[in-house]
Each structure stands twice: as C-alpha cells, then as structure tokens.
C-alpha cells in the first residue's frame, strides 16, 4: 500500500488535472482503510478547488486583455500635416479609455523612408520625425500609464530599411556590417548575362533579389526591394536585435510585436553546396514567375531555426519582466499554417510568445462562409493550441479587408461579439469597433508597395493594403476630424459623414454602443475565467456558450441572410428564460428583454448576448 504522506505530496505536486492522473489516484485511495479515505478526500477537495480557483482567478494583466491596434499613420493628426502622429494618438486615449480596451499597440512608428510605411526601418532606436519626438512619445508613455492603458509597439526584426546606416554600411563592405545582410553574387547565364542567384520572388512580388553595383552582388529581400533581410545566422545581428527589444522594453512599453517572424530564417546554403537552391513550383493557374504564389516557400519560411532565435527573445521578455516585477509581453506574426503558427506558443525546453498571433478567423472565413464554418474555425485553433496557453483572437488587421466589407456591415456586431466574448485575448483593429468600411483608394493614390508592384491600374484593387489604411473617423468635420490638411495621405473613406465615431456615440443603438456593452461584459467572470461550448445549430446560426459556476451565457448570431427558429436547448443545462445583454444595431431586441430558450427567432444577421435567468 502506498503510504498516506506519498499520495498528498503527489497530490500537492501535480499541476495537471488529467482524468488518468486522478484515475490513478483513486485506485490507490481505495486501497486505505475507511478513516484515511475520508481525510484524503477533504484534502483532495479542498486542494483541487484551490487549485482550480488559482489557476482560473489568477490571470496576469495581458490574459484576457483587449489590445487595439493602431495604424500609427491613420489614426489622429496633430499637426495638421495630413499624417496621423504620436500625439494624435495621446490626445485620443481618453478614447481608448472609453471603449474599455486595455492595450494599445501601434503599427510601427520608428524612422523609416516608408516605403512599406514603417514596415521598413532606418533607425531602430529614434521615432520618425514626421511622427514625432522621442519626448512625445515618453509623454504617450506617461498619459497611457495613468489612464491604465499599456502600450505595445510593432517590432520588425527580419529586415530594415535599404536606407538604415547597417545597410549602406554593408552595402560598402565596411567591415563591421560586411555579414550583416545576406549578399549573393549570382551567376552568369549562357550569354554572359549576370543573373539572380535563384528564382526566389519577394512576398511583394518580383525577384527577391535586388543587384547593388557598389558591392557588386545581390541581396535578398522577402518583402519590398527596399526592405533588405538581415543575416540571422550572424550573431552580432541577433545580439542587436535583442538590444533594440531591451531599449524600448526598458522604456517602459508593455510588449512588442514581432512582426513576420516566419521570414527570419532562409535555408543553409552550405546544406546545398553553398547555393541557395531555387524553390518548387506550386502550378497554380494563371501565375507567373514574378508572382509570390508561383513558388512552395519552402526554403525562405518556417525554417526549423526560427523557434529557437523565437526562444531567445522571450528570454530578453522575461529577464526584463522579471527585473521590473512586471510581465512584458511578446506577440509574434506569422503567416503560416496553423501547426506552425501554435509552434510559436513554444514546445519543450523552448519558450514562445506570449501571444502568438491567431489569424484563423482572418484566413479561414470569407463572405462565403457560413455558420459551420465559423464553427469549425474556432475550434480548429483551439484543439492545435497547447491546452493551457490563452488563445487569441482577431478578425481584421491594417493588412486584411475591413470585416464590414469582407463579410458585410450588418455582421460587424456579430463578429465583435465573437472577438471579445470567446475566450482569451481579443484584438481589435481601430476601426472595427464602429464598423468602418474599406475605402476606396484610386491607382493615381495608391501607395501600397504590394499594389503598385502589380504594375496594373485595374487589378492592384485586388492586392492593395489601402483600403483598410484610409484615416479614423472620428466624425462628419473636415476629413473625418483625423486631420486639418488640405490633402490627407490617403483619401478618408466615403460616407464618413454618417459612419464615426461623433455620430454613433450620441446614437442609442450604434456598433459603438454594442462594443462598449460587450467590453463591459468581457469583465465578467464567464468570460475571463470561464468554458466555452459551441454550436452550429443550423447552417446560418452559430452559438456558442461561456459559464463560470452557475453564471451562464449564451452568444447567438444568425450569419445567414433569413430568418430562423432556433433551439438553444441543444446545449447542456441552459433552458427557461434568457435575458438580453447585448444585441446587434439592427435587432428589435434590447437589454433586459428576455428570450425563450428552446424557442428562439432571429432576424437575418441578428446577434445576441443572452444571459441564463435562474
Ligand atoms: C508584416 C506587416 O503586417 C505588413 O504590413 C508588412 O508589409 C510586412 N510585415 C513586411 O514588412
Ligand atoms: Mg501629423
């Protein structure tokens, strides 16, 4: 017989809480004689409800946080230049304050000639000029923390600029920076022709390699030409890197985000005789050699390398976390399929992020997309995420078409619902907490690097990041109220007359007022601590429910464009009376309404919140 004192300290030390352990357990139990069964089984009571409780109570600041995320350029101009700035955006965190969102983060804001706006950095360590000082931004820093909002900055570690001193450095052989890029010379075709050194093509289209006549060699970029890859494989650059995440954290911004981290690393050439080998083709119709989806990106994404350079920045994260006795987070972005993008959760020995980001409802739905499979694309995430990380959602970033317009307006409510009451970490991109629509941005205008590389006036619509960039509309005044210039970097969207942010405030049923009823609910203990279920009960009507003890809650939304009767009976335990808690703008429903359970009829694209009466 195992003795008592074994089984409680097997019981203290176990963290899991899986069937098989408590299996186990209870075999062993059973073999005691009647008086030690009963103290074991207050003990175990009490210590699993213990343990229950701190595991689910005890969240840290970022668990169930809401970040919104800021276009930095698109936001608020203060100074009328016609560009969003920094303080712009701390003039509008009384805003965020508003809407009750607890983390911003911003698209990047350090110097860049902005080719890919900010997405190509010169200068790691000093804000761009026509964004603002290093002073405006610590005075953001300053106003945010005594708001309680925190602030996350975007982080590009896989290139830099073509205008940063490291490159023009490297590009001239200096002999610090000679390695700091990755440098081909090509080769020499039948004619004596100096050629690419593969058939490589950058995400942005065309060749990956560009040809700088000074160093008399190529060098790669997987995003625009001027955006050329730093060398991983040169550990001075990993160390630089790690210094730029140690600055800013020790400035005092909440996290950073690490932004198309896949890209990071390229196959070893010396694996393949010192040449890169060129990548297979896909065979999809109607591509051609300069087309990114011409190519399996075998050899230039998701290289096993990565997870590990992903592993040392989190122990950067940490170390300075632990320094200052407060979590600093780090978000990563790949673009990848999803047993790669939960990779970056971290697995063994090797830490991840914090919160790598979930693109599944970006990805995976489409306005073709039906109630089942929003279903499925929920849960998909949640059975490859590792069971005790957060999981974290997002239906729209500056990258992606406005959900407004890529499913339609009238599902705005129904999928902020989805982003801020499933559980975990909601993510908001600015601008979906009113529903704004894509905008529409002319060829003449156009400034996205992906739209003007298809060198075509009619199809670059199809690839062009503009529309989801247009400026913030904050109400009917000159440009939107984003700013007092005569001409605003990108056209604000039509009908911002009706569609802002002055507007829906004074409304009594707008998607500013369901946000903010949702983000008030998202407090509760159902929907930071508690399960979820869900369910397609039909083809239109996707559930789903959160309980924490007996408080239960059931989200319904009718994606489908008629009318339909459903049954949410067909979850455990919820029956009787519903009340409403939040209903979608075009609902006939309100607060405190209260709704049959196993008789529900929902308006084409209505979206409830309904809460169990018991
Ligand atoms: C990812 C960013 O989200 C995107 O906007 C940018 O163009 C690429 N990284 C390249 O830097
Ligand atoms: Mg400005």
């Not at 290093?134 to 945010?144: I, S």
């Not at 570690?157 to 890029?181: A, G, L, M, R, V």
Request: glycine share 6%; aromatic share 14%; net charge negative.
């Amino acid at each position: 017989m195992m003795p008592v004192a074994d089984i409680i300290k097997e019981i203290s030390q176990e963290e899991g809480n899986q069937v098989k352990y408590f299996e186990d357990l209870l075999e062993k139990i059973k073999k005691l004689n009647m008086m030690w069964k009963v103290l074991l089984f207050a003990f175990v009571v009490t210590t699993v409800q213990g343990r229950y409780e701190n595991v689910n109570m005890k969240q840290d600041w970022w668990e169930t946080a809401i970040f919104y995320q800021i276009y930095s350029r698109s936001f608020m101009d203060s100074d009328g230049d016609g560009v969003g700035d920094i303080n712009g955006i701390t003039s509008r965190l009384e805003y965020l304050k508003e809407i009750g969102v607890d983390v911003a983060w911003l698209s990047p804001i350090f110097k860049s000639p902005m080719h890919d706006f900010g997405y190509d950095v010169s200068d790691y360590y000093t804000i761009q000029p026509e964004y603002g000082t290093m002073e405006d931004f610590e005075h953001l820093l300053r106003k945010a923390n005594d708001l309680n909002i925190r602030i996350v900055l975007d982080f590009v570690p896989n290139h830099t600029s073509n205008e940063s001193e490291w490159f023009i450095k490297s590009s001239n052989k200096d002999e610090y920076y000679n390695d700091w890029y990755i440098w081909e010379n090509g080769y020499l075709d039948e004619h004596g022709r100096r050629r690419p050194p593969n058939n490589w093509v950058s995400v942005f289209r065309k060749s990956a390699w560009t040809f700088m006549t000074n160093r008399d060699q190529y060098y790669l970029h997987q995003f625009g030409e001027a955006q050329p890859d730093l060398n991983f494989r040169n550990p001075v650059v990993v160390d630089e890197m790690k210094n730029i995440i140690k600055f800013w954290l020790e400035k005092g911004v909440a996290g950073m985000r690490l932004t198309s981290i896949n890209h990071l690393f390229e196959a070893d050439k010396d694996l393949y005789g010192g040449r890169y080998p060129d990548e297979p083709l896909t065979g999809k119709p109607g591509l051609g050699p300069e087309d990114y989806g011409y190519l399996e990106h075998i050899y230039t994404k998701d290289q096993e390398e990565v997870y590990d350079m992903v592993s040392q920045f989190r122990d950067v994260f940490d170390a300075i976390s632990i320094r200052n006795n407060i979590t600093r987070v780090m978000m990563t972005d790949a673009n990848t399929n999803i047993k790669n993008a939960v990779r970056y959760y971290g697995e063994g020995i090797h830490s991840g992020a914090h919160i790598p980001f979930n693109l599944a409802l970006v990805e995976d739905l489409d306005r073709d997309s039906d109630a089942r499979d929003i279903k499925y694309a929920v849960d998909r995430w949640l059975t490859y995420k590792p069971l005790k990380k957060q999981a974290n959602w997002l239906i729209g970033n500056h990258d992606k078409s406005r959900v407004a317009s890529r499913f339609r307006p009238e599902l705005v409510d129904a999928f902020n619902m989805l982003v801020l009451l499933l559980p975990g970490i909601a993510i908001t991109y600015m601008g979906e907490e009113i529903g704004m629509i894509n905008g529409f941005v002319p060829w003449s205008e156009t400034k996205d690097p992906q739209a003007c590389n298809t060198d075509d006036p009619v199809n670059f619509i199809q690839v062009s990041r503009d529309p989801v960039r247009t400026p913030y509309q904050w109400n009917n005044g000159k440009n939107g109220g984003f700013s007092t210039a005569e001409k605003t970097w990108l056209p604000v969207a039509d009908g911002y007359e009706q569609l802002n942010v002055a507007n829906q405030r004074s409304a009594v049923r707008s998607h500013y007022q369901v946000y903010r009823t949702l983000t008030n609910l998202r407090i509760r203990p159902a929907f930071k601590y508690g399960r979820y279920e869900s369910l397609a009960l039909n083809s239109d009507v996707f559930a789903f429910k959160r309980w924490y003890n007996d408080d239960t809650y059931v989200i319904v939304m009718n994606v489908g464009k008629t009318y339909h009767v459903v049954n949410l009976t067909a979850f455990d335990l919820v029956f009787g009376q519903l009340e409403v808690e939040a209903s979608s703008v075009l609902s006939s429903r309100s607060y405190s309404d209260n709704v049959q359970a196993n008789y529900l009829d929902l308006t084409a694209d209505e979206a409830l919140v309904l809460r169990m009466q018991i």
